[in-house]
């Protein structure tokens, strides 16, 4: 492979921010030399994402004092004085999410592993068609219309832009596959009107993912192969007790960034400068999430609120597993979430009363004004809300493929969380999505909160210069931002006891203990760049990690690194339990939050008060300092 020099500009494009990225050669190494955000252009008035990547570099050259732009352009290649770019790498989550259709043997096995295989990219699953489903319908009467005529009724309307097809172990019978195979002829070519406004079917045809018995491959493709477009990969579900979904997502991963990707507004002439072909942030940040699970040998959990779909990747050594939702998000992706959960379910992470109504009319709001940043804390708090049941919605389609009570390391990152006006808001939204359990030999849980989107920026450039992609994951990621270290005390017992006692040795500095009680957090700060000694004496029938109830933990001396928060206690007990009286249940939250220093006070009593401008992070290394909690009077 050639040597790669010159500086990189990479775009990651989403539903609603745009955010472009330099980095360049720093004493030998590529690090971050600018960030920058902007609105993306893909609607109307402007109607092309290039647009609003173009305003973001310009943003980065006045902060660098570099001239990356000349002539509405982008400066390519990368001029001796540092101005321009060599090479341009585009990722993107804004092309929305890929009609699905499952067509399968059994709900409960062939259907239900295409579900869990759907999560790998942008997917919109609008039906499942299963022939199970149908059983008990032979007695209908000669008039009446069968199940089968329905769904295909129904399908027509729909027009997937991909079937997937799936049943049948291996050595088993292929009859129910075939006549699976026959159902899918029949809706398999798109439709279409000609230019006299007639109907006629489209030349084109459907892409189906054929992921059955492989016995029944042949037949399959006889039936189908003069209407559809047909690909066939591993069995989905080989054996009753094994599935195999790699070959399935590899190939929707594929489909979508070769179907769907080129349909967003602009993306194809900037995949003329890219590079690399343009990619998916959703692929990337898979990319990256196994990367730091086999390289540190840890159980690894990213996460990623975005406007139009919500993602949670899970890897550890040998073992990772993609759970995106393409129609759960916080701004797009809120009518589906208020559906699925409902608006009660959304409001009750609120610190304060506000009915149910006037949660309806924001949230609809949002959606229709995607671009409006948070008027007031109020506004904040229902963000992080939102966040918090995309997150809640997401995990527990991952908790149906895998434990995650083992996760000793937290990457979170997304609009919402990586703007949080405080870093404890920012901590409580995962910690109330997520509910960490910490049951690992390493039950200290490291968090980290990517607020520029590194993780994105790295899993981008991965590829293309993989010496880049560590060295700015060492050196820009992983001290950009510590959040907090986390442990889990795992046992109940009433209010008012205490669950705990918490030493903190600080290297140079004083000592610090405390009682932390049942059902509530605790913080001992420990700034970014200082170390400590960690002791924690937990009471009886209260234990961490794996280790016995009652059971003494200590850290090594200087293990415990500092952070935005240092170290975070949460004693609220597993599964987390919200107060049925919503009064309590406010002045739980409030105190929740008052713990991780984002307020000075309870939140119900000053509800209604502008917060704090936002700040935006636009230099080549950050970190967050101690932040002032949120007043009454200062908000």
């Not at 585009?90 to 890929?98: L, N």
């Not at 050595?171 to 000609?194: P, W």
């Not at 079917?201 to 192969?225: D, F, K, Q």
Request: contains cysteine; aromatic residues 4%.
């Amino acid at each position: 492979m050639a040597e790669i020099t010159g500086a990189m500009l990479i775009a990651e494009i989403g539903s609603v921010i745009t955010r472009v990225t330099l980095i360049d050669e720093v004493e030998g190494d590529y690090r971050m030399i600018g960030h920058a955000e902007t609105n993306t252009t893909a609607e109307p008035p402007f109607g092309n994402v290039f647009y609003g990547l173009l305003e973001a570099t310009r943003q980065i050259g006045k902060m660098t004092g570099r001239q990356l732009v000349q002539d509405n352009q982008l400066l390519m290649p990368q001029k001796s004085t540092y101005d321009g770019v060599s090479h341009l790498l585009v990722v993107t989550s804004a092309a929305g999410a890929m009609r699905m259709v499952i067509t399968a043997i059994a709900s409960d096995v062939s259907a239900h592993h295409a579900l869990h295989a759907s999560h790998a990219t942008y997917t919109n699953v609008i039906q499942v068609l299963t022939l199970d489903a149908s059983s008990g319908q032979s007695g209908l009467a000669p008039t009446q219309r069968s199940w089968i005529d329905d769904q295909i009724d129904q399908l027509l309307q729909i027009e997937p832009e991909v079937i997937v097809l799936a049943g049948g172990l291996e050595g088993g019978a292929v009859e129910a596959v075939t006549r699976l195979a026959h159902i899918v002829r029949l809706i398999a070519t798109k439709s279409g009107v000609d230019v006299n406004g007639q109907y006629q079917p489209e030349v084109t045809a459907r892409p189906v993912i054929y992921a059955g018995n492989s016995a029944a491959r042949e037949a399959v493709s006889e039936i189908l192969h003069e209407r559809a477009e047909v690909v066939h990969v591993a069995n989905l579900c080989p054996a009753l007790d094994r599935a195999d979904l790699a070959p399935t997502q590899q190939e929707l991963a594929k489909l979508y960034e070769r179907k769907i990707l080129p349909s967003l507004a602009g993306l194809t002439n900037l995949q003329r400068l890219s590079d690399v072909p343009v990619r998916t942030v959703c692929a990337v940040q898979g990319v990256m999430t196994r990367f730091l699970a086999e390289r540190t040998g840890r159980s690894v959990l990213t996460l990623d609120t975005g406007a139009a779909a919500t993602a949670a990747f899970y890897a550890s050594p040998g073992h990772f597993i993609p759970t995106v939702l393409g129609t759960i998000g916080t701004v797009y992706g809120l009518p589906e979430l208020m559906a699925t959960q409902g608006v009660a379910t959304l409001a009750r992470w609120l610190p304060f009363a506000i009915a149910t109504s006037d949660v309806s009319e924001q949230l609809l709001n949002r959606t229709l004004r995607p671009y409006l940043l948070p008027a007031s804390r109020d506004d904040v708090y229902l963000a992080h809300a939102i966040a918090c049941e995309a997150l809640r919605t997401t995990l527990a389609k991952l908790r149906e493929q895998t434990s995650l009570d083992a996760v000793d390391w937290i990457i979170a990152g997304g609009g919402i969380l990586a703007h949080a006006p405080q870093p404890g808001l920012a901590l409580l939204t995962i910690l109330d999505a997520l509910e960490p359990m910490g049951t690992s030999d390493q039950p200290i849980i490291d968090v980290h909160l990517d607020t520029l989107g590194l993780l994105v920026t790295a899993g981008a450039i991965a590829e293309f210069n993989p010496e880049a992609a560590l060295t700015l994951v060492d050196h820009d990621l992983l001290s950009n931002v510590p959040l907090a270290r986390v442990v889990t005390l795992l046992g109940e017992g009433p209010s008012d006891t205490v669950a705990a006692e918490v030493e903190l040795k600080v290297v140079g500095g004083g000592t610090e203990r405390i009682e932390v009680k049942h059902g509530t957090l605790a913080r001992l700060p420990l700034p970014q760049g200082r170390y400590g000694q960690l002791t924690i004496r937990p009471a009886a029938g209260v234990r961490i990690g794996l280790l016995e109830p009652g059971e003494t933990i200590a850290s090594d001396g200087g293990e415990i690194a500092g952070s935005a928060l240092g170290v975070v206690i949460d004693a609220r007990g597993r599964p987390l339990r919200l107060a049925d009286d919503p009064h309590a249940r406010h002045e739980q939250i409030s105190a929740w939050l008052i713990a991780l220093n984002v307020e000075r006070d309870p939140v119900a009593a000053t509800s209604g008060l502008p917060s704090k401008p936002e700040a935006v992070t636009t230099v080549a290394e950050t970190t967050i300092e101690e932040a002032p909690p949120v007043s009454a009077e200062e908000a």
